[in-house]
């Protein structure tokens, strides 16, 4: 079984840039998550989508995050414009389903540099 | 909030036995989970407990209190590949995400 997918898996950008994540989650998975993980802490939920609508996007910046998923598959997590403390692993995941276990699969992540 | 509290640090022995525990808000949540994440790679999934008790899987073993909101992960037979951060992290009611502590780092030695 493929795991999850994300790209690109590095990206290093100036401040006031903007800047793209992909995520590909496990075939039939219905929920989807982006988290953030700083160096030296836990990741932090930025946003779940459920097929595709937001379920929780209580802690996404939304003056200069967004993300979408469209067709409730892939989604893409949208940095614009990016500041420097937006340096960060993008951790992509997702379960089969919200009840019980709801054993989260992470994916690699994409490690963000903002100069 | 929801805080989720661990030590950051911890250093054991090749071979021994280390406790890292795990300290919560007992409301809120429906469950803990432990995860292993090392240096540079992604979180993978090591347990999960919803009601109170041991839930022992090979060397890796969890254990939950909730009227305590408490939970520890125990390693035996400690292996040099452990060396790694332990994820401590609960699911909050509802359909919500986990919510994570910020991780002990083990590191096992010779």
């Known amino acids: 079984e493929a795991g999850v997918a994300q790209s690109p898996r590095y990206k290093i950008i100036e401040k006031r840039q903007s800047v793209a994540f992909w995520c590909n989650p496990i075939?039939?998975?219905?929920?989807l998550y982006w988290y953030q993980q700083i160096l030296g802490q836990g990741p932090k939920l930025l946003i779940q989508?459920?097929?595709?609508?937001?379920?929780?996007d209580s802690q996404l910046p939304k003056d200069r995050f967004s993300a979408e998923r469209l067709k409730g598959v892939d989604s893409t997590l949208k940095i614009q414009p990016a500041k420097l403390e937006d340096s960060a692993v993008y951790l992509c995941?997702?379960?089969?389903?919200?009840?019980?276990?709801?054993?989260?699969?992470f994916g690699p992540g994409t490690r963000l540099t903002v100069l | 909030g929801q805080n989720i509290d661990q030590p950051t640090e911890m250093t054991a022995t090749e071979g021994a036995i280390v406790q890292i525990n795990c300290t919560y808000q007992?409301?809120?949540?429906?469950?803990l989970f432990w995860y292993q994440q090392h240096a540079g790679e992604a979180p993978t999934f090591l347990s999960y407990?919803?009601?109170?008790g041991l839930e022992e899987k090979g060397r890796f073993s969890s254990f939950l209190s909730r009227s305590k909101g408490y939970s520890y992960l125990l390693l035996k037979e400690l292996q040099m590949k452990d060396s790694a951060s332990y994820l401590c992290?609960?699911?909050?009611?509802?359909?919500?995400?986990?919510?994570f502590g910020s991780g002990t780092r083990l590191q096992v030695q010779p």
């Open positions: 075939s039939g998975h219905a929920t």
């Open positions: 989508f459920q097929n595709n609508g937001v379920v929780d």
């Open positions: 007992t409301s809120g949540f429906n469950g």
């Open positions: 995941a997702s379960s089969l389903d919200t009840s019980g276990r709801n054993e989260q699969f």
């Open positions: 407990n919803v009601l109170d």
């Open positions: 992290a609960g699911r909050g009611t509802g359909r919500r995400a986990l919510t």
